[in-house]
Structure formats: structure tokens, C-alpha cells
């Protein structure tokens, strides 16, 4: 789905079109649980919708509350305004943002 303010235009698809999946998210307001971590790049599992299994993930940290992930495998459906939630191997959550800007 793709929105054009200007003109008023709401895009959808059906089915399975490649504009659908993305490679990675943006994602503001984060909240790292217990604090933030001290590498900048780390390796750990995501989830972006209810029930989804955790997918594999490369997360930046930007700065405090905004970082980049980048997906292994494209995702679908990434939603804007939509929350995405970080797990470690063990299931531990390392906490949660808001998606910003999906790519």
C-alpha cells in the first residue's frame, strides 16, 4: 500500500507483488530493555506482527532511540507506525520502537 497525499491517492495490491516485501525498517522512539547496548551493530531476532516466528535480523544503533535493521530473509508487509521488537537467541527481549520509515 502506497499513499499520495497530494492528490488523494491510496494505492493497494493484491497478492504477492514485490512492492509488498522490504529489506529493512527504521524505527524511532526505541525502548531498550535493561539499557541501551554498547555495539553498534549486533546480530539478534525481530518481530513486527503478532504471532509472527522471529526473524533474523542485523541491527545499527543510531543513537538512543532510533536504529536501522536490515532483514536476512525480505519481509512482507512492513507497516509504518506499526511496532517492531527486538528478541535475543534465548527469547530475551532487548525492547521495542516504532517503525519509522521502512527500505
Not at 525502548?31 to 547496548?37: A, G, K, R, S, T
Not at 532483514?71 to 512492513?78: N, P, Y
Not at 527486538?86 to 520509515?101: A, N, P, Q, R, S
Amino acid at each position: 500500500m502506497k499513499k499520495d497525499l497530494k492528490q488523494n491517492i491510496l494505492y493497494v495490491s493484491q497478492g504477492e507483488c514485490d512492492e509488498l516485501f522490504s529489506n529493512g525498517l527504521y524505527a524511532d522512539t526505541f525502548n531498550w530493555i535493561p539499557e541501551l547496548p554498547k555495539q553498534k551493530e549486533f546480530e539478534c531476532f525481530a518481530k513486527f506482527r503478532y504471532r509472527q516466528p522471529d526473524q533474523a535480523v542485523k541491527v545499527t544503533v543510531i543513537d538512543k532511540t532510533h536504529i536501522k535493521v536490515d532483514f536476512k530473509e525480505r519481509q512482507r508487509a512492513i507497516t509504518e507506525g506499526q511496532f517492531v521488537v527486538l528478541y535475543d537467541k534465548d527469547g530475551v527481549c532487548l525492547g521495542g520502537g516504532i517503525i519509522d520509515k521502512k527500505y
